[in-house]
C-alpha cells in the first residue's frame, strides 16, 4: 500500500525557508512522476513543483527561483525547499506520486489529477 507522510510544516515570517519532506513506501514504480501541490482555504488544489524519475523538475510561475524539488532515492523521500516565503504561500502542502511506464509520460505536469496517491498534507502558514 503507498504511503506519503509529509512533515516540515511550520509557521515563518515573510522572507523566511522552510523545508518540506515526503517519506514514501509501499510501491515500487519502474518510473514515476512526485509533486508538491498546495492548497489555500477556498481555492483550488494547484501544482508547485513536480519532478520524474529521471529528475526532470518543473515549478509553478509564482515559485520558481524561490522553491527547489528534489528527491533522495537511497530514502524514497521527497523534498521541497522554500526560500523568501511570502503570505501568498500560505497553504496546506501535499506531495502526491503516480507511477508511469517512463518517466517521459510526466512531461512535467502539474496537474493535480495527473497524480493518484497522496499524502495527508503538512500546513505552511507565512506571516507579513
Known amino acids: 500500500q503507498v504511503q506519503l507522510v509529509e512533515s516540515g510544516g511550520g509557521s515563518v515570517q515573510s522572507g523566511g525557508s522552510l523545508r518540506l519532506s515526503c517519506a514514501a513506501s509501499?510501491?515500487?514504480?519502474?518510473?514515476?512522476?512526485m509533486g508538491w501541490f498546495r492548497q489555500a482555504p477556498g481555492k483550488e488544489r494547484e501544482g508547485v513543483a513536480v519532478i520524474d524519475s529521471n529528475g526532470n523538475t518543473n515549478y509553478a510561475a509564482p515559485v520558481r527561483g524561490r522553491f527547489t524539488i528534489s528527491h533522495d532515492n537511497s530514502q524514497n523521500t521527497l523534498y521541497l525547499q522554500m526560500n523568501s516565503l511570502k503570505p501568498e504561500d500560505t497553504a496546506m502542502y501535499y506531495c502526491?506520486?503516480?507511477?508511469?511506464?517512463?518517466?517521459?509520460?510526466?512531461?512535467?505536469?502539474?496537474?493535480?489529477?495527473?497524480?493518484?496517491?497522496w499524502g495527508q498534507g503538512t500546513q505552511v502558514t507565512v506571516s507579513s
Open positions: 502526491a506520486v503516480v507511477g508511469v511506464p517512463s518517466a517521459r509520460y510526466c512531461s512535467g505536469s502539474l496537474d493535480p489529477p495527473t497524480y493518484n496517491r
Open positions: 509501499g510501491y515500487t514504480y519502474i518510473a514515476w512522476c
